[in-house]
Every structure is written in structure tokens, then in C-alpha cells.
């Protein structure tokens, strides 16, 4: 059995993992949870840290989305800031800043992947998966594949 964490510990640890990456705050409390401490000791140090800026599930959400959404659609990355935490208010605040974008990036995964227009409806099938797989919308799916088909034919 492990020894019980002191107090003065707790403030140490949440900064050690806070000057790594930025965290949710339910992170944090799992973290912590998982490392010893107590939920009654934790909820009053996360609320003076939120106080002074530095826990913010806002800013852990603009980082996690610029981290990720390279590789990620709006419907994996709004499910992922769910898992850890984040209410919708943030999520769809931070998303809805980047909505612009995600045709593009939808476009760069496609490329990367294929390069080409399906040649069959078999293979434009396994392209959506693929795109679905990353959390694109069925809209923007659509409209990234049937840009490439229409590359393809100005291409051919």
C-alpha cells in the first residue's frame, strides 16, 4: 500500500503538470486523484488556480485543438475535449472559431492519404470512412471528395 501524499505535495504536483501541457481541469482531478490526493483537498487549490489564470479549460481547449486539428474534423475534436472535460459552452465557442478552416484541413488529411479521386464507388466509399474515421462531418466530407474528382477530370 502507498503511502498517503502530504498536503504540500498537492500544490507542487497540479503545478509540476501544469508547467508540462495545459490541462483540463477534470484532468487535473483525475491525475491528482490517481496520485493520492483527496477531491476535498484538490477543488479548492484548482479554484485558486483558476482565480489567478493559471488553470483554464478555455485555454487547454484553443491548445488541444491547435495541437490536433491537423489531423481531426469537429466531431472528433468536440468528442475529445468532451473526454476530458470541457463543456460544450468551450467546445463550441473554440470550434466555432476554427469552423472556417475545416474544409481545408479535410482537404490536406485527403491528400496526404490518397492524392487521388476514387475510381470507383468502392474506393470513394473507403475515402469516406477514412475521413469519417477523423471526425470530419458528412458536408464537409462530401465536398472534399468531390473536389478531388473534379481535380482528377481537370487533370485528365
Known amino acids: ?23 483540463s481541469r ?27 489564470n ?10 488541444y485543438v491547435a495541437d490536433h486539428r491537423a489531423r481531426a474534423g469537429s466531431v472528433k475534436l468536440a468528442y475529445d475535449l468532451r473526454q476530458r472535460g470541457v463543456s460544450d459552452n468551450i467546445i463550441e465557442s473554440v470550434l466555432g472559431d ?25 474506393e470513394k466509399a473507403r475515402q469516406m470512412r477514412f475521413l469519417q474515421s477523423r471526425g470530419f ?4 466530407i462530401r465536398r472534399t471528395i468531390s473536389s478531388g474528382d473534379e481535380r482528377a477530370r481537370d487533370n485528365g
Open 137 to 140: 462531418t458528412p458536408e464537409v
Open 54 to 63: 493559471w488553470l483554464s479549460d478555455r485555454r487547454f481547449a484553443d491548445s
Open 98 to 122: 476554427n469552423r472556417d478552416s475545416e474544409l481545408d484541413r479535410a482537404r490536406e488529411v485527403w491528400q496526404k492519404k490518397f492524392g487521388t479521386a476514387p475510381a470507383d464507388a468502392a
Open 1 to 23: 500500500m502507498k503511502p498517503s501524499p502530504e498536503p504540500g505535495d498537492l500544490r507542487e504536483r497540479a503545478l509540476r503538470l501544469l508547467a508540462r501541457r495545459e490541462h
Open 26 to 52: 477534470a484532468e487535473l482531478v483525475r491525475k491528482l486523484e490517481r496520485a493520492g490526493f483527496s477531491r476535498e483537498d484538490i477543488a479548492p487549490l484548482l479554484d485558486a488556480f483558476e482565480t489567478k
